[in-house]
């Protein structure tokens, strides 16, 4: 008896002190749940940038995830590079329907960009449905860019004059953030702004590469995130979402996992329910780190996370991570007439049908594919 008590006892000694071992490293690194870190961000700052890398499922999985807990905390705004600013009235429309119509999701989203086939995107538009069938406080999603004037391109050296050119993209990025002052700052209400990681930018200025040489520096007000950042820049902030990043020959250049691996390392020595996990970059030591072999550390010395983003969220490491889910016959005619408008303007075919859209749909999905499958096997040293 008294040998099983002292083997009890053994145990609950050692799990004490794994327990406090891992506690040790929560409190040293600062860290949150990736929500939470959103949520106490949003208690001094009005607008957040959440960027990512593009079609990484676990990536758009987490936007889908904390569509509840924004509308819990009464931030009832999602702006998205995903869908257009021209279909406000009809995202609202979908948002507040008695049943959710995934067609309209469909071409909603296609509508945007005719090639955007991924299941996990128009779950997004799917879950803020859900939040407002159940809550009085009214989810929306906003486009940040408006649709594409394809009239302007008639042929392919149309995109050469620098007019036409200016007449298709309709506007730029410091439209894009008037939009968001507009509904925010001018109406006293908050937002996370979900895009691509370079539009997200805030304060960083992105290198200038030519020739795998940095040249310069983007100006400040080049990105979206910057437009709103340098006008209110007590209350916006950008997150970043941890995916590889390319290397230090320019964006062209062979991917790389950030900072040498560290944040991937370092999930093996948290607490199991600390697999994700979050940071504010000033307040981490996980933010001082210096990276000297990413496209992001050029021109900078002694380059940290800090330099770069306020903070950032760690789903999965790099060699986790998965590509976002095709859909399958994703236009359709609903959809067709602005495919086909995209098409001539991009790929100069002209009256494409609806199979042969969807067929190179397909066949982009599978070489993405491939080359997403192929990177990660040379970054994380996988076999075939």
């Not at 933010?287 to 021109?299: A, H």
Request: aromatic residues 12%; hydrophobic residues 35%; negative net charge.
């Amino acid at each position: 008896m008294k040998t099983l008590l002292f083997a009890l006892l053994i145990i609950v000694v050692c799990s004490c002190s794994e327990q406090k071992k891992e506690q040790t490293f929560v409190e040293k690194y600062k860290l949150y749940k990736p929500e939470d870190l959103i949520i106490d961000a949003f208690k001094n700052k009005d607008v957040i940038f959440i960027g990512e890398a593009h079609w990484i499922k676990e990536e758009v999985d987490f936007i889908k995830s904390i569509i509840p807990v924004l509308n819990k905390n009464d931030i009832n705004i999602l702006f998205s590079e995903f869908v257009s600013y021209d279909d406000t009235k009809l995202i609202d429309s979908l948002l507040t329907a008695d049943k959710f119509d995934e067609k309209l999701a469909r071409s909603i989203t296609s509508r945007s960009l005719f090639e955007w086939s991924y299941q996990e995107y128009i779950d997004i538009l799917h879950v803020a449905w859900e939040v407002n069938q159940k809550s009085e406080k009214q989810f929306r999603i906003i486009g940040l860019l408006k649709d594409y004037n394809c009239s302007a391109i008639q042929k392919p050296e149309d995109f050469n004059d620098p007019e036409k050119r200016k007449a298709f993209f309709g506007d730029g990025e410091s439209d894009w953030a008037n939009r968001i002052i507009d509904e925010t700052y001018k109406k006293n209400k908050k937002a996370l702004v979900y895009c691509g990681a370079h539009h997200s930018i805030t304060h960083y200025a992105q290198p200038l590469v030519e020739d795998g040489k940095i040249i310069g520096k983007a100006n400040k007000n080049d990105r979206v995130g910057q437009c709103v950042y340098y006008k209110y820049p007590e209350t916006t902030i950008t997150i970043w979402i941890h995916h590889s990043w390319a290397g230090k020959k320019g964006l062209d250049d062979k991917m790389v996992i950030p900072m040498q691996s560290y944040f991937d390392k370092l999930v093996d020595s948290l607490p199991s329910d600390f697999k994700s996990y979050a940071f504010f970059t000033n307040e981490s030591i996980l933010g001082e780190i210096v990276d000297s072999s990413s496209y992001y550390s050029l021109g900078y010395d002694s380059f940290t996370l800090k330099d770069l983003c306020h903070g950032y969220i760690f789903l999965k490491p790099v060699c986790d991570q998965n590509l976002a889910g095709y859909i399958e016959n994703f236009i359709d005619t609903n959809s067709i007439k602005h495919a086909q408008e995209q098409v001539r303007v991009w790929l100069d075919i002209k009256d494409i049908s609806i199979e042969a859209v969807n067929d190179t749909l397909k066949n982009w999905y599978n070489q993405k594919l491939e080359a997403f499958n192929k990177g990660k096997r040379g970054l994380c040293h996988l076999e075939d």
